[in-house]
């Protein structure tokens, strides 16, 4: 793992009064838009260097945002909990 980056989550972390330990594992849990000519070589990447736990595609919430209320409550509802450090996924 980049060193950088350790110290940057290290910073981050202390700023949170948390603290990590490098020699240990976390799970992290990220989400990106990638162009679709990319997937397959951002997944074997993420296989060749750290241990893959997930790979999945997400539907494009954009439309169903934009027309189903009850899908716009459940996004509130999901960004005022990660507020207060609950997670949900849907």
Avoid: C, Q
Avoid at 65 to 75: R, W
């Amino acid at each position: 793992m980049n060193l950088v980056y350790l110290e940057k989550m290290k910073a981050k972390n202390l700023k949170e009064n948390k603290m990590i330990n490098p020699e240990e594992l976390t799970t992290v849990n990220i989400t990106l838009k990638v162009e679709n000519k990319k997937i397959v070589g951002l997944e074997d990447f993420l296989n060749k260097h750290f241990d893959l736990i997930s790979f999945e595609f997400l539907t494009d919430t954009d439309k169903m945002y934009a027309e189903d209320k009850e899908f716009k409550k459940l996004v509130k509802l999901s960004s005022d909990l990660k507020k207060k450090e609950v997670r949900i996924y849907f």
